[in-house]
């Protein structure tokens, strides 16, 4: 009876196929078990059905950005996880968690054992000033920030100190208003989200009253999305405060824009120009600065300030003007500072193409090389929303599926797939995590968060998940 | 059939502590709480990128997403976020004179994720904000191709 309710329900109207995995068909592998490769994934076993696809993930959970890097005052975003869920489900599709490409299998192996890898690792480092300071301690990329609160293993031990009035955010984009919206949010709304709980009591004894977000250009140019500034301007306790010089002549510009940025620079004259902030001393205040580029941070041990240059704007364009610095600095006291400027791709290992400038695989439409593709932030550097990944990844998908069939990968060659993956990782002693070790995961994280009030706590110990996966299913090596 | 389940999930989703998680979330069964014997069945054909057009059936008081997913309609990544108003992958496009009739007129919201949709025009909703009434009966809507590319079927 489920089985037929979810035949009914599927939300993407593919349903579950019952077929017994074939040997037929290609054999291929995903790197990165992010959205990217979900979609990638999703696309292939629907457009090959006699295709295996094994999505390899690093950490032992999956999921990628949708855990780590969605807020987690959004949950709404995360409901691809049911999705990918569905397609992990599939009887074409194997989740192996727990496996790093570059150090417990390189290209090389994988391009031996299947017919094709898609590569869609995402863009983890994240872009860096080079300038005085940098190092200082509560220097943080924003990055860090957020893998501390939603409980990223690399980040659960990151010191964050919350004790000054002001935090000093560098750039405009989606995650640098996120990560300014969790620090200006009352503490009674995040304890409701799966934010992990050191981030809790961190934040519950947080000092933080105001929060800068600097851009170096103007309010024509800012790189978040007007959801994210409708939620600051919207936000219980906060009032978003401009200044407001940086606006002349911009509501002029409003009629001759389009969409997305006519909206977005309207809503933005209209909470700097036409709203009066009701600043009370119990307000935090969210203040977005324009025209200014750091110099250095200031401080002996732990960052004390940021040194800002001020900068004019030129070009005919006025939507893609240039920023030039005028020589006059500035400087804004703070106790941290978040650098949230962008990402780029690791190559994880040195036989992919990579593009050391971009920090991106070099790729066309997702071809990489015969029988090795990209997809999502790998693939195109780390901009858009989901759609822009989805839409990337079905792209690629697309390719792979008409590479087959076009005979461009020979397909009737046989490959062991993931049983000689599988002997190497055996021989090397590391433990993988199927699906079912996934949900394990997945169940004790509610559980745990059930205790707390909370839709979940997530584990952020990599030793503690592989025990809670561990209990004793085997991924299926048929094949 | 379709609906019988639905209902079923839903009060399965209420009354166990089991989660359901690859079902439709409980806030989008509003619409089955209304009476089941006044609503009448509304003809709404989907028209895909490559011309291929689906004619099916939704209930009033369904929005045009629920009649995607009762009826399996095959749209790869339609409705991602599941009607929660965060992503803009249930992007229909209206003929202008069904735009102009429709009785809601679209939210900040709504017009906040259409700003992102690809193939934007000035008679886009998202179909999880359209509720079906009599009065859209024969609706004819284009799904944009970016979300069903025409190699994918």
Redo the contacts between chains.
């Keep these: 009876m489920l089985r037929?309710?979810?035949?009914?329900?599927?939300?993407?109207?593919?349903?579950i196929t019952t077929s017994a995995v074939h040997n037929k068909g290609a054999k291929i592998c995903v790197v990165g078990g992010g959205p990217a490769g979900f979609?990638a994934a999703?696309?292939i076993v629907?457009?090959a059905p006699d295709c295996e696809v094994d999505i390899f993930e690093r950490l032992p959970v999956p999921f990628g950005l949708v855990r780590f890097g969605v807020a987690p005052d959004?949950p709404?975003?995360k409901?691809?996880?049911?999705?990918f869920?569905?397609t992990a489900r599939n009887p074409q599709v194997r989740f192996i968690g727990n496996v790093s490409l570059g150090t417990d299998v390189s290209l090389q192996e994988l391009k031996t054992a299947y017919h094709a890898v898609i590569l869609t690792y995402g863009a983890e480092q994240d872009k860096t000033f080079g300038i005085p300071g940098e190092s200082l301690s509560n220097v943080l990329a924003a990055r860090e920030f957020v893998g501390w609160y939603n409980g990223l293993p690399q980040n659960k031990n990151l010191l964050v100190d919350l004790n000054d009035e002001a935090v000093v955010i560098l750039g405009q984009g989606n995650v640098a208003v996120d990560a300014a919206r969790i620090l200006l949010t009352p503490i009674d709304e995040l304890k409701k989200t799966d934010i992990t709980e050191h981030a809790l009591a961190g934040l519950a004894s947080s000092r933080v009253k105001t929060v800068y977000l600097v851009g170096r250009r103007g309010p024509l140019q800012v790189a978040f999305?007007?959801?994210e500034l409708?939620e600051m301007v919207n936000l219980k306790g906060c009032s978003s405060v401009f200044e407001k010089r940086h606006f002349d002549g911009v509501p002029e510009m409003v009629p001759k824009l389009v969409?997305?940025r006519k909206?977005?620079t309207e809503l933005l004259v209209k909470a700097a120009l036409e709203t009066e902030p009701s600043i009370d001393t119990s307000s935090k205040i969210f203040k977005p600065l324009f025209m200014r580029s750091p110099l250095s941070f200031q401080g002996s041990t732990s960052v004390t300030g940021v040194e800002l240059g001020l900068n004019s704007l030129h070009g005919a364009d006025l939507e893609n003007q240039q920023a030039i610095p005028t020589g006059e600095k500035e400087i804004i006291n703070c106790g941290l500072a978040l650098r949230s400027i962008g990402y780029r791709s690791v190559c994880a290992d040195p036989s992919i193409p990579f593009d050391n400038k971009k920090g991106k695989v070099i790729n066309e439409h997702g071809r990489v090389e015969k029988g090795v593709y990209s997809a999502g932030w790998l693939s195109t550097g780390p901009v858009g929303?989901?759609?822009s990944t989805?839409?990337n990844a079905?792209?690629t998908g697309?390719n792979v599926v008409?590479d087959i069939k076009k005979k461009v990968l020979d397909t009737t060659e046989s490959k062991p797939g993931y049983s000689s993956i599988r002997s190497k990782l055996d021989s090397k002693g590391i433990q993988v995590v199927s699906f079912a070790g996934w949900e394990r995961i997945d169940e004790e994280e509610?559980r745990r968060g059930k205790m707390l009030g909370k839709p979940r706590e997530k584990i952020t110990d990599v030793q503690e998940m592989l025990q809670v996966a561990d209990k004793g299913d085997t991924i299926a090596v048929k094949g | 059939m379709a609906q019988a389940a639905l209902r079923s999930v839903c009060a399965k989703a209420l009354f166990t502590s089991q989660p359901l998680r690859l079902f439709v979330v409980p806030q989008r069964c509003h619409s089955l709480t209304r009476p089941l014997l006044k609503k009448e069945e509304v003809e709404v054909t989907f028209v895909k990128a490559n011309g291929e057009a689906i004619k099916t059936k939704g209930k009033e008081g369904d929005s045009l997403l629920d009649v995607i997913v009762n009826n399996n309609i095959d749209l790869d990544g339609f409705g991602a976020c599941e009607g929660t108003l965060t992503c803009s992958t249930c992007h229909l496009i209206f003929k202008k004179a069904d735009f102009d009739a429709l009785p809601e007129k679209p939210t900040d919201e709504e017009l906040d994720m259409l700003d992102l949709a690809y193939e934007l025009t000035e008679t886009s909703r998202l179909g999880c904000q359209i509720n079906l009434t009599k009065k859209l009966n024969g609706l004819e809507v284009k799904v944009p191709s970016t979300i069903n590319d025409a190699r994918s079927s």
């Design positions: 037929c309710m979810s035949h009914s329900l599927t939300i993407f109207g593919r349903s979609y999703q696309h629907k457009a959004h709404e975003v409901n691809v996880i049911n999705t869920t569905k999305t007007i959801k409708r969409r997305p909206r977005l929303v989901i759609l989805m839409s079905f792209e697309a008409e509610m």
